[in-house]
Every structure is written in structure tokens, then in C-alpha cells.
């Protein structure tokens, strides 16, 4: 399992579009990179996943450059309720996930 | 669908006492996990299981933590004796099988406390 390393906070405030970047130096061929969103006293909730380029859905984009070595996750115009934790996870669809300490973000009015 | 089910939501205990706390999963879901988490450790993969066998146990700390799944429905983790250094939040996942997935839904979480 690729390990990854992002930073542990960041801080914005609302409005702003964020951006939190991931490295996974040795991601393998078949490996995925996955972003979960942790509210407090809630569980992990899935947000995006990509292979390679470029994903976009409704609540944010995944950037991943052509050698996959790294990713970032662009959270647009954020809100105060955009304040959590956010995992980024690498492996194959297979694998089991190995969550590490996340990036935790806080949204200031 | 009402998502992944846990209970109790809370729990108090003491130590030594026998813990047992339910999951029930989304209907047609293949995989189901059990998660703790705490400050010091974040989030740790305990256990999880695929048509209700467990595949990989590896992080089950130790022998006094136990997990079952009966049937497709329910799953059970068992902490027996239980110790103060237990207390954490145990999140139950679960997720369905395909190759273009590996979502993972989470309940709301177990919050027990050993004292």
C-alpha cells in the first residue's frame, strides 16, 4: 500500500477555493487515489476518487499530474461547513484502505 | 436506505467488563469493516469481512477483541475483558463489490468509554 503525506492543517476562509495536496511517491500501476471527508463526531464520507488527469463532481475536483506521484484536492468557494478532516487514500479497489492522519481543515468566516 | 446502522451510539463501561457493539450494514453490500479511532492512533482498521468471512484481521489488537458476522445483516465486535486503553470511537463500514468502487459508507460510530 502507497503511503501518502499531506499536510496536517490548513486554514481558509469562506469563499476561497482550497487546494490540499497529497504525495504518493510510490503509487503502483493499479493503485487509485481516493479522498474521504470527516466531520466531527461523524464517520469517513467518500468524496472523490481518480486514476489520472482530471475528476470533477459536485462537491469538489482531483488533480493528479501524469506521473500520479501526487494529487490535489480542490475544494471550491468553501464554506464554514467545509471545517473537517480530509483523508487522501491510495491502493488498488481491492485493497483495504489505510487511513493516515489527514489534513484538517479549518474554514474562518 | 437508511445507511450503515451502529449501536449503542455511546457507551460507558468498566473495566473488565465484556463490551459487545452492533453493525448492521447497507442492504447488498459484500464488504463490511470495523474502524477505531482515537487521537493518538487516528483511524485504524480493525477487522473486515467479504460474504460474511473475515479476510484480514491484522489489526484486531489483540485477543481480547473479537468479530463476527453471522449472516449478511449483523456484525458484532466484541471486546472482552475490556480495558480503559479501549476507549475510542469504532466506526463500522461497509461497501458493495465491483471493480470500479471501493466507496466505503460509514455509521455513525460507537463512542465507548472504559473507565
Known amino acids: 500500500l502507497a503511503k501518502t503525506t499531506q499536510p496536517i492543517s490548513m486554514d481558509s476562509y469562506e469563499g476561497q477555493e482550497v487546494n490540499i495536496t497529497c504525495s504518493h511517491n510510490n503509487i503502483a500501476t493499479n493503485d487509485y487515489i481516493t479522498w474521504y471527508q470527516q466531520f466531527p463526531s461523524q464517520g469517513p464520507r467518500f468524496i472523490i476518487q481518480g486514476y489520472k488527469t482530471k475528476v470533477t463532481n459536485e462537491v469538489a475536483s482531483l488533480f493528479i499530474p501524469a506521473d500520479r506521484k501526487s494529487s490535489t484536492l480542490s475544494l471550491p468557494r468553501v464554506s464554514l461547513s467545509d471545517t473537517a478532516v480530509y483523508y487522501c487514500?491510495?491502493?488498488?479497489?481491492?485493497?483495504?484502505?489505510?487511513f493516515g492522519t489527514g489534513t484538517r481543515l479549518q474554514v474562518f468566516p | 436506505d437508511a445507511g450503515v446502522i451502529q449501536s449503542p451510539r455511546h457507551e460507558v463501561t468498566e473495566m473488565g467488563q465484556e463490551v459487545t457493539l452492533r453493525c448492521k450494514p447497507i442492504?447488498?453490500?459484500?464488504?463490511l469493516f470495523w474502524y477505531r479511532q482515537t487521537m493518538m492512533r487516528g483511524l485504524e482498521l480493525l477487522i473486515y469481512f467479504n460474504n460474511n468471512v473475515p479476510i484480514d484481521d491484522s489489526g484486531m489488537p489483540e485477543d481480547r477483541f473479537s468479530a463476527k458476522m453471522p449472516n449478511a445483516s449483523f456484525s458484532t465486535l466484541k471486546i472482552q475483558p475490556s480495558e480503559p486503553r479501549d476507549s475510542a470511537v469504532y466506526f463500522c463500514?461497509?461497501?458493495?463489490?465491483?471493480?470500479?468502487?471501493?466507496?466505503?459508507?460509514f455509521g455513525p460510530g460507537t463512542r465507548l468509554t472504559v473507565l
Open positions: 463500514a461497509s461497501r458493495p463489490s465491483g471493480p470500479s468502487t471501493d466507496t466505503q459508507y
Open positions: 442492504s447488498g453490500h459484500d464488504y
Open positions: 487514500l491510495v491502493g488498488r479497489v481491492t485493497d483495504k484502505l489505510i
